[in-house]
């Protein structure tokens, strides 16, 4: 079955700093990639997604890319505010399958 | 939609008590799936059903975890008898399946959570 690996596990950056988070998965036909944003003592959210037909996709400060060929894909925050700080999950489907969520990666933004 | 709505939102039990976890998905839905967060291992999948029909149930830990969808509206899962190790956060999501690379096919909805403490 599909495998995510996340990195890195924590991540301190300070206001204003950018912030990557990366992933990478082992099944090639995983086709869909979803990142999830928790907040503590909250439910996980979708933030962004992206498809294996699109290399990049963007939304305000956020944004995901993905390497096909290497089977990696990122999330990248930029202009951090105190607010990004959450836990954020990576995953990787395809088709009818289940979503597989990597560990997550929890982000301190310090003001 | 209210939302993927869960109950309680905490619950605080004594080793060997049944806990019974509830769900109500979004009106439409027809995935629904249950989860179990740790720090040690994360987001775990236990189970799903599709169009109320337990699909996949290789994440249930051990015959103690029972899940049920008796409708469109509703599940439950069970846990009897409970342990310690059974500590966790308890999430259930659902989704709209429209099939490979249709829309919104594949977004996950989580519910609120079940904080479950076994002392």
């Known amino acids: 079955g599909e495998n995510v690996e996340q990195h890195p596990s924590t991540l301190s950056v300070q206001e204003g700093d950018s912030a990557v988070i990366k992933c990478t998965y082992s099944d090639s036909a995983s086709n869909y990639f979803p990142w999830y944003k928790q907040e503590l003592g909250k439910r996980p959210q979708l933030i962004i997604d992206i498809r294996s037909n699109v290399g990049e996709k963007k939304d305000q400060r956020i944004a995901v890319t993905l390497n096909k060929t290497a089977k990696h894909f990122s999330l990248h925050i930029t202009e951090t505010q105190p607010e990004d700080s959450a836990v954020y999950f990576c995953?990787?489907?395809?088709?009818?399958?289940?979503?597989?969520f990597g560990k997550g990666t929890m982000l301190l933004v310090s003001p | 939609d209210a939302g993927v709505i869960q109950s309680p939102r905490h619950e605080v039990t004594e080793m060997g008590q049944e806990v019974t976890l509830r769900c109500k998905p979004i009106?439409?839905?027809?995935?629904l799936f249950w989860y179990r967060q740790t720090m040690m291992r994360g987001l775990e999948l236990l189970i799903y059903f599709n169009n109320n029909v337990p699909i996949d149930d290789s994440g249930m830990p051990e015959d103690r975890f029972s899940a049920k969808m008796p409708n469109a509206s509703f599940s439950t899962l069970k846990i009897q008898p409970s342990e310690p190790r059974d500590s966790a956060v308890y999430f259930c999501?659902?989704?709209?399946?429209?099939?490979?690379?249709?829309?919104?096919?594949?977004?996950?909805?989580f519910g609120s959570g079940t904080q479950l403490s076994v002392l």
């Open positions: 009106s439409g839905h027809d995935y």
């Open positions: 999501a659902s989704s709209l399946r429209g099939g490979v690379g249709v829309g919104d096919g594949e977004k996950l909805f």
């Open positions: 995953a990787a489907s395809w088709g009818y399958s289940t979503l597989t």
